[in-house]
Structures are given as structure tokens and as C-alpha cells.
């Protein structure tokens, strides 16, 4: 009987063994490159109690035994599904650089956008805190053994004595350069120290101090209106119950939400606690990081041209509870904030909160994630909230409150459309500026007053195309056409940069005479400064804007009234806030009206009602001109009448009627190849996959596609895609990771999963 047993047992340990395993401490280990999935390693006797979850370690890795670095995520004792583990070989940091909380958080992230938790964990940490930027590696010397120095009884040199009396005096490690200037000599005699057992050395990272901006000029809180204090009031009693709970703030662009912002962040700062404001890239203004430094002591702003260095001592900054108020771009969300009290992301409807790269994590959901995990309250402001965020308020999952008129009961601008069709039956309609606008502009100019133009396209003329036979110049990269820029004379890919001299004759007709067509902003400028030579203007754009600072710049020329008009693309459509601009030209409202994206009535809504918000918020009020070819688009005519509401109620029927966001969630998948014919067979291959899988899985999933990408071919590569969507996001993303997971494409053909996709393009 028991030789049986034993036999039984020899199949996979000997109870022994077990015992022993059930005594091991076993390390959970993932990696940013390299393998995917979760490693168990040993972890040695030398390193048992300072190993915890959150360090990045040095382990052997496959036949090899290669040495690379990971991420510890998990320590237990007991067993391991696999027999035998290799150790853990050293530890990189000396403490974790991600919480418990930090590094659940990345469990979540990683679960639901279906990417590995490695990755994540490579995106949380900036890489200049992975990399230690702007630290020095310093030898610090220590006695080897306090307790059983006795410097008499030593008989040391006295030079070495000085050495040994400087530690004991000091009771910590001292850095090597101090000691030796402390105690008056060479490293000859540290160096027969530390021979002889005496002391020892060991080497710490140390920070270098970064030069903190001055702190801004200090200014009271304003008194709130009552619209302002009731949204406080209701951001106050989450605090007070240091519960989540996500609050939309609803209310007109210049209704005070910045106001209510601060000083619910003043209330959580009092406790002690830190928040964090996320704001679209392009709103991190010196205008909007000195109103909060002239609020709070200590304001940390993260924008995305600091260099390593900079970014790694605010970090440990903030994770040392130095820091009050985290002010930043997307990555914002994962600030270290020891004691987090609010998450607050203003414009919350901004594309750029999601990022474009794996993980393709939206930063309005980790923040109520991270929200929810830390019980605190997370509020969302915006003049025209995203629709999912809309959908959820009107479900009862977030309290809305709302501001409904603007500070000091400042109307609205009046906003009026210019058909453009009747402009273009009219002769003298050349340019961009038609006649109703032009007169509006040369008004405004002659009561003093400034304009903002905008134009969301960039370039001279928009398409480069033959009058003869209609044939387009396009990128022979990418399936875009090019764009035409007159002051260099160049035609450019806006996609790959491609730039090439424009052709002379049509190369598919050989006719000469090539015409430029469609306005983008530099022939906007051009037009502008021909017909209004006395009013300095600036042309605000990606092209014009490259140099870091220049944004800040230029805001700053318009502000001191120096430049009269200000014209560009969505740049300038954003919070910014100007009491002289008492007109906004939209030069065409349709630009984003007609892209193959089930999102472009609500972009072309959001940047309409946008840009009208940055008129009219001083005393003289202020008008919006809106030139369109689509006067009676129901995004238009809501834009036009300040009426969200409007937009939304017609909006969300077909959302739902299509199965598209919020009505469902929906995954993208992106094929992309050097051969059209695998990147087809591919995703029909992956697609034929999904909808076996789907229709197992017996819910509402449903499969759309594949079919070429809108944009079909990019840098080179063509590409196809297709769409999931379907009410159970669950169900969808174990449908995509099972099928993904085990699927093998053929040839060079790459594919990306998007969970809750952006961009459709
Ligand atoms: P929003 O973010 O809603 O567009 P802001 O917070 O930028 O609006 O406020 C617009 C302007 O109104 C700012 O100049 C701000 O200082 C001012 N403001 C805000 N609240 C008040 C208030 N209660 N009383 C007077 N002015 C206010
Ligand atoms: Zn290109």
C-alpha cells in the first residue's frame, strides 16, 4: 500500500518535497518586453523580507539564463504550478516604485484594454524614474559593525582613527566625499578601512536638486455664484464621506468651473491630501498652471517636454507627499500622490485623453478606476461632455450638476450660420472669408476689438489635384493626399512627413497646369493678411507652433493685444480665455463633418460650441460666425443654439440603432502589413475567428468587417480593420483575447487591439 502511494506521489513530488514547497516564497514576476504572461521565481533566503510586490528585480530568463530586469507583481508562499524555479537573482530598487493601489490599478489596465501587465507597469513608471535620470550613483561609508567598534582599542593610525570617530559620531552612512573632507585626509586611509573589515561601503542613488519656477503672485478665492457653490456643495459631501463617486460638472464654457475645481482642491488639501488635474496637453498654458500656483504652495505641472530628469524629481516630489497639486496631460493619472483626496479632468471630452499607443488606456476611466479604488471623488467638467459620459450621468452612475449660465450672467455669444453654398454663387467669393464674415471682421477691428479664426486644417491648399483628368497627388506611402505648403513650395504627407517638390505636369494626364484647392490655415493667412494689412495676425497651427514655447508665446503676444487676429486650427479652440475677442470666425464647420468616424457630428459639435466659448467673457460680449456648407446638420444647428441637450437627444438613437458607444462597447482591430492580399486574409482569417467564438458565446457580441482602414495604406503598410461591439464588454474581451492570444498572422502582418477606440481612422 504505501510503496503505491509513494508512486502515485513520485508522479509529481514526494510529500516531503511538498512540505518543502508549501515553506518556499514565491516571487510573481512580468516583463515589459520580451515574454507575455506571469514567471514564478524563487526567492533566495538573502532576499526573503525585503522582496515585496512593486520592485523590479534582476532574473534569469529562458534556456540562456539570459539576466533581465522585471517587474515583481505578487509574493506568496507555497507552491508553484511548475516544478522547478530559478531564483530571483537581485533586486533593482530599494523600495517599490508602485503602491499596492498602483499596481491593482494596473491589473485593470491591463485586463481591459487586453494588454500585457508588464507594459502597463512600463507606462505608469516614467522612464526617467525607471532609469534614475538626474540621480548620481554615491559610495556612502558605514562601520561595518557599530556595536564592537572601540577606537582606542583598534590602535589605528591617526589618520584612520579620524575616520572611524567622524562614523560614530554620525550614526548613519556617510557619503565618501563628505567623510573624507570631514576627517582631513586621503582615500588612502578609508581604503585600508574598509581591507580590513572596519567599515564598509555601499553605493545609493542620489537625487539632484531641480530648481523649482518661483512661486505666482497669491490670490484669494473668488466669491461663488450660486450655480458654482451648489456643484461644490455636492463635490463636498463626497469628500466628507470619503466615498467615490464621479461628479459631472455640466456647465457653459466660462461658467466658473475652474473656480469650483480649486476650491474643492482647497478643501482636500487641508486635509492633507493631494489631487490631481488633468488637462488636455495643449491647455497646460502658463495661464492655467499660475491659476492654480497662485492658489496652492506646492503645484507640480507634468507636461510632455520636460526632460528625464525633471519628470523623475517630480515624481519622487509628489511621492513624497511634497507636492499639494499634480497638474498634467494624460500619463497625469498615474502620479504617485501618497495620499490622493480628488481627480479632477477638466474638458473631459478631449480625444487626447486616450492614448493612441498599447496600452490604449482612456485616462477618464482610470481615473474613476483609480478613484474608485481609493475612495475618492473624481469630477469631470465640461461644456460638452462626451456622449458615454453624458450616458452615464442620465443613468444615475455619475451625479450631474450643473452651470448653466456664465459667471457675472454674461450671455452667450449669439452665434450665425453663413451658408456657404449661397456664398459661392456669388462671384466676388474667392478666398476663404466671405462677405457677411469679412464685414464682421473689419468691424470688430474698428471697435477695438480682437478675432479668432479657426480653420482645423493645415497646409496651403488641401489637395493637389489635375484639372484635366481630376487625378490627385498622393503620398506613395500612404493612401492620403498631399498637402500643398506655398512659403517652402513643398507638397507633404501629413501622415509620414513625406515631403516632395509639387508636379509640373499631371502625372497621369501629362496636362500642365496642376491646381491647389481646399483652404488650409497658411493660405487662410495669406488671405487675411491681404485684406486686413493694419491688423497684426498669427497663425497658431502644428506647423507654426514646433518650438517648445512657442504656444505660450504666442498666447501671450494676443493677450497684450499685440497681435488683433488669431487664427489656426483646434489650438485655438481650447479653453482659452480672452475678454477682447468679440468675434470667432469658423471658416468651414464641416471639415471634420464627412470623415467615415461614427464620432464626426460629435467632434464637429464639440468644436463648434468650443470655439464659440472663447468669445464673449468680457463686458463687451461677442459674436460667432459659422460658415458651412451644412447649415441644417442638426450638430450645426445645436452648435448654433448652445444646446447640448439638443445634440445629444438626436445623437444617442442612433447610437444606439448602429451598437456603437454608449449604447455598447466596442473593440478595434488593426491590421496593418507590406502585402494587402496576407493583411486581408489575415483579418478575414482573425474575423471568421471572432464570430465562431461569438456566437459560442451565445450574447449580443457581433463582429463588423474586415475591410480596408479609411486611411487604406499608411507609411508603406496597407491596412485593414474591423470592429466588435456588443452590451457585454466582458464578453467581448474574452472573445478578442481568446482568439487573439492563440492567432498567428501571416507573413510581416502585425494587429493591434483598441479597446473602447478613438480614433476610427
Ligand atoms: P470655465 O472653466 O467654465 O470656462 P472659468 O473657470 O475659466 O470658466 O471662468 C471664467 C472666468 O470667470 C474666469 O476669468 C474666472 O476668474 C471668472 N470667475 C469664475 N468664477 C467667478 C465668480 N464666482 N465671480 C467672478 N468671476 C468668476
Ligand atoms: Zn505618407
Known amino acids: 500500500m504505501t510503496s503505491i502511494q509513494r508512486n502515485l506521489f513520485a508522479e509529481t513530488s ?73 531564483e530571483i537573482a537581485a533586486l533593482i530598487d530599494a523600495v517599490p516604485l508602485l503602491s499596492p493601489a498602483m499596481l491593482d490599478l494596473a491589473h485593470w489596465i491591463a485586463e481591459r484594454y487586453l494588454c500585457p501587465l508588464g507594459q502597463v507597469l512600463e507606462t505608469i513608471l516614467p522612464a526617467g524614474v525607471r532609469q534614475q535620470r538626474g540621480t548620481r550613483a554615491t559610495a556612502f561609508i558605514e562601520l561595518a559593525d557599530p556595536s564592537r567598534v572601540d577606537v582606542s582599542a583598534l590602535k589605528l593610525p591617526a589618520k584612520q582613527a579620524a575616520i572611524v570617530k567622524c562614523l560614530t559620531a ?6 565618501r566625499e563628505v567623510l573624507l573632507r570631514q576627517a582631513h585626509c586621503s582615500s588612502a586611509p578609508l581604503k585600508s578601512l574598509l581591507d580590513k573589515g572596519i567599515v564598509a561601503q555601499t553605493t545609493q542613488r542620489v537625487r539632484r536638486e531641480i ?117 498634467g496631460a494624460r500619463s497625469a493619472v498615474f502620479a504617485p500622490t501618497p495620499q490622493l483626496g480628488l481627480i479632477v479632468i477638466d474638458e473631459e471630452h478631449e480625444s487626447t485623453f486616450k492614448q493612441e499607443t ?23 467638467g465640461s461644456a460638452t461632455p462626451a456622449l458615454e459620459t453624458w ?52 468691424r470688430t477691428l474698428d471697435d477695438g476689438g480682437q478675432v479668432i479664426l479657426l480653420l482645423n486644417r493645415r497646409g496651403f491648399s488641401t489637395h493637389i489635384q489635375c484639372p484635366g483628368c481630376g487625378e490627385v497627388v ?94 489656426g486650427t483646434q489650438m485655438i479652440a481650447k479653453g482659452l480665455d480672452f475678454p477682447n475677442v468679440t468675434l470667432v470666425g469658423v471658416v468651414n464647420a464641416d471639415v471634420a463633418l464627412h470623415l467615415p468616424d461614427f464620432r464626426a457630428a460629435e467632434r ?41 441637450e439638443a445634440f445629444a437627444g438626436g445623437e444617442l438613437p442612433s447610437r444606439r440603432r448602429f451598437g456603437y458607444p454608449p449604447a455598447a462597447a466596442l473593440v478595434r482591430v488593426v491590421f496593418r502589413g507590406s502585402s494587402e492580399e496576407l493583411v486581408r486574409t489575415s483579418s478575414e482569417e482573425m474575423a471568421q475567428r471572432l464570430r465562431e467564438r461569438a456566437a459560442a458565446a451565445e450574447g449580443d457580441t457581433r463582429v463588423l468587417g474586415p475591410a480596408p482602414a479609411p486611411i487604406a495604406r499608411l507609411r508603406e503598410r496597407y491596412r485593414y480593420h474591423l470592429q466588435l461591439h456588443g452590451t457585454r464588454r466582458e464578453q467581448l474581451a474574452d472573445v478578442v483575447q481568446s482568439v487573439s492570444d492563440r492567432f498567428e498572422a501571416a507573413g510581416d502582418v502585425e494587429w493591434i487591439v483598441d479597446v473602447d477606440p478613438v480614433s476610427m481612422l
Open 14 to 86: 514526494t510529500p516531503w518535497e511538498e512540505d518543502d514547497a508549501a515553506d518556499q516564497l514565491v516571487a510573481v514576476v512580468v516583463f515589459a518586453g520580451g515574454p507575455r504572461g506571469t514567471f514564478d521565481y524563487l526567492v533566495p533566503d538573502r532576499l526573503r523580507g525585503e522582496l515585496r510586490p512593486g520592485l523590479r528585480v534582476q532574473v534569469p530568463l529562458g534556456r540562456g539564463n539570459r539576466r533581465v530586469v522585471g517587474y515583481c507583481v505578487n509574493v506568496r508562499q507555497g507552491q508553484s504550478e511548475y516544478r522547478r524555479l530559478k
Open 474 to 567: 498622393r503620398c506613395p506611402s500612404c493612401d492620403v493626399s498631399l498637402t500643398f505648403y506655398r512659403e517652402v513650395g513643398k507638397a507633404v504627407c501629413h501622415y509620414c512627413d513625406f515631403t516632395a517638390s509639387p508636379p509640373e505636369r499631371c502625372a497621369a494626364c501629362d496636362f500642365a497646369g496642376i491646381r491647389y484647392s481646399g483652404f488650409g490655415t497658411e493660405r487662410l493667412e495669406g488671405e487675411v493678411r491681404r485684406r486686413y494689412p493694419s491688423a497684426p495676425c498669427l497663425r497658431m497651427d502644428a506647423d507654426t507652433m514646433r518650438r517648445h514655447g512657442s504656444h505660450a508665446d504666442a498666447l501671450e503676444r494676443f493677450r497684450r493685444g499685440d497681435v488683433r487676429i488669431l487664427l
Open 358 to 380: 498599447a496600452p490604449r488606456y482612456h485616462s477618464r476611466d482610470v481615473a474613476i478606476q483609480r478613484g474608485s479604488r481609493e475612495g475618492v471623488p473624481v469630477v469631470l
Open 391 to 442: 450616458h452615464e450621468a442620465a443613468e444615475g452612475r455619475y451625479r450631474r450638476v450643473d452651470l448653466p449660465s456664465r459667471v457675472m450672467n454674461r450671455p452667450l455669444p449669439r452665434v450665425r450660420t453663413i451658408d456657404l453654398r449661397l456664398e459661392q454663387q456669388n462671384r466676388q467669393f474667392r478666398g476663404a472669408i466671405s462677405q457677411p464674415l469679412s464685414q464682421a471682421i473689419e
Open 604 to 644: 464637429t459639435f464639440q468644436l463648434i460650441a468650443q470655439v464659440a466659448g472663447r468669445t464673449g467673457r468680457g463686458e463687451q460680449g461677442g459674436e460667432v460666425l459659422v460658415q458651412t456648407f451644412s447649415p441644417e446638420h442638426p450638430a450645426v444647428q445645436a452648435a448654433v443654439r448652445h444646446d447640448y
Open 211 to 327: 530648481a523649482q519656477p518661483e512661486a505666482s503672485l497669491r490670490q484669494q478665492p473668488l466669491v461663488l455664484n450660486d450655480a458654482q457653490q451648489q456643484a461644490l456643495d455636492a463635490i463636498h459631501a463626497s469628500l466628507d464621506d470619503r466615498e467615490h463617486e464621479t461628479v459631472l460638472l455640466y456647465g457653459v464654457t466660462g461658467s466658473g468651473k475652474t473656480e469650483v475645481y480649486i476650491q474643492a482642491i482647497e478643501r482636500v488639501v487641508s486635509f492633507g491630501r493631494q489631487a490631481i488635474v488633468l488637462v488636455p496637453e495643449i491647455s497646460l498654458t502658463p495661464q492655467t498652471c499660475d491659476r492654480f500656483r497662485s492658489r496652492f504652495d506646492a503645484v507640480a505641472v507634468l507636461h510632455s517636454h520636460m526632460s528625464d530628469a525633471e519628470r523623475h524629481d517630480h515624481w519622487a516630489r509628489i511621492a513624497a507627499g511634497q507636492v499639494q497639486v499634480v497638474v
Open 170 to 175: 554620525a550614526a548613519e552612512p556617510v557619503a
